[in-house]
């Protein structure tokens, strides 16, 4: 009637140009949108126990549509792409490594869960960019893994469970005493891609030249890639399972990827000097990063710091103090261990070194080594100190 065909005009006339809705394109496809949604070929549901191919190819001429241009001025370059992973959901790595499950573009593979994520591509020498995901079967050695958390602790002879002291190390009589955690077996992704020009005003601003994620406001929370995936990996390597009385299980998780410097940013607000960062409280196994994780003679603080100690997976934070007993004589860049602090001491860490960024960095293996072995990785706050606060007056 007629009354619908005036909603709809209206709709079609006054509303449309407000509307930001954004296409969806799946495998084998090439787009040259400004923003859009990269999503799985069954999304919202998972793919199944499939394997599969899923290229899309990102051509980098911008649209008009991008930014607002002057008559002398020409139509502008991308300088970097941003990825927003609104769902991003793959079989886990084995020991860190992406080898049943895999997204890749220019030098970056992830694989695991990093829903939440975002991430930034440099694409000034490039004219396209490439983004693929390639599945396999699901691997049946990744689904059935130990829940550390409710198995008992050797070094106290079964009176505490790991969830009350932060051990990986166990020793079962029977091996039906073990109890199975099952991972999500859901792949599927859903990402908003978005196109930064080098030199025009856009809805997304160019970050620092180094970034590859970078937050803007005050405070928040950061996270390595994969930490969310309560994987693990359940292999005894010293255990024949002949006699299981003479079995130590190492009961774990996959959790953080090999190969990865991944350097966050965080932009200063105007007036702060500083930033503070302190591991999740409420998480157990939110700092994971080599040494004192799996070794099992520690009181569960592990704080370990500096190039010595710090060597194959750690976070860097420039000239990074703590607000402790010795908060006037000590500084190090690089934080490892069970816990973020100094000297075996879980602290909080204050760096005045601007621009506000930390690393996160890990070597090619999390097998070799026991202290090397089975890290989570790291879930941070981070607070921007105002310059008239008294931390700021970390030497008086």
């Known amino acids: 009637n007629m009354k619908v065909v005036l909603v709809l005009t209206f709709v079609y006339y006054f509303l449309t140009p407000f509307c930001k809705c954004l296409n969806s394109y799946s495998c084998n496809e090439r787009v040259n949108d400004d923003s859009f949604y990269f999503i799985n070929p069954s999304y919202p549901k998972s793919e199944g126990n499939i394997s599969l191919d899923c290229p899309l190819t990102l051509d980098l001429r911008p649209s008009s549509s991008n930014c607002s241009l002057t008559q002398h001025e020409e139509e502008p370059r991308i300088c970097q792409v941003r990825l927003n992973f609104d769902e991003f959901s793959t079989q886990p790595p084995l020991l860190g490594d992406c080898v049943f499950d895999q997204f890749y573009s220019l030098d970056t593979l992830l694989c695991g869960l990093n829903s939440g994520h975002h991430l930034y591509l440099n694409t000034e020498s490039v004219n396209q960019l490439d983004f693929h995901f390639r599945l396999s079967n699901l691997e049946p050695k990744l689904y059935s893994c130990l829940d550390k958390f409710n198995l ?3 070094l106290d002879n079964g009176t505490t469970l790991n969830r009350s002291r932060n051990k990986l190390r166990v020793k079962v009589e029977k091996l039906e005493e073990l109890k199975k955690f099952e991972p999500s077996k859901r792949r599927a992704w859903k990402i908003k891609v978005t196109k930064i020009p080098c030199s025009c005003t856009s809805e997304e ?9 970078f937050y803007t406001s005050n405070s928040g929370d950061i996270k390595s890639f994969n930490y969310d995936h309560l994987g693990c990996f359940s292999d005894d390597r010293l255990c024949s399972k002949t006699n299981i009385n003479d079995c130590t299980f190492w009961a774990g998780y996959t959790g953080h990827l090999n190969n990865m410097k991944h ?14 960062y302190s591991s999740m409280e409420e ?3 939110s700092f994971s990063l080599t040494n004192q994780t799996v070794i099992g003679t520690n009181d569960g603080s592990g704080a370990e710091n500096g190039i010595k100690n710090c060597v194959a997976d750690y976070i860097e934070i420039p ?3 703590c607000l402790g ?3 006037n004589t000590i500084s190090s860049d690089r934080f490892c261990g069970n816990s973020l602090g100094f000297q075996s001491r879980k602290e909080n860490i204050i760096s005045y070194t601007r621009p506000f960024y930390l690393r996160f960095i890990t070597d090619f293996d999390e097998v070799s080594n026991s202290w090397d072995y089975m890290n989570r990785g790291v879930h941070l ?6 310059c008239n606060d008294h931390r700021h007056n970390i030497n008086k």
Do not use: V, W
Not at 205 to 213: D, F, H, M, N, V
Not at 263 to 276: A, T, V
């Open 381 to 386: 706050k981070y607070e921007q100190i105002a």
């Open 152 to 154: 008992t602790n050797t």
């Open 319 to 321: 000239n990074g103090m």
């Open 283 to 285: 998480e157990t196994g």
């Open 205 to 213: 601003q160019r970050i620092p030249s180094g970034c590859l994620s």
């Open 325 to 327: 007993e010795n908060r």
């Open 263 to 276: 350097s966050i940013c965080i932009q200063p607000e105007s007036g702060h000097c500083g930033i503070e």
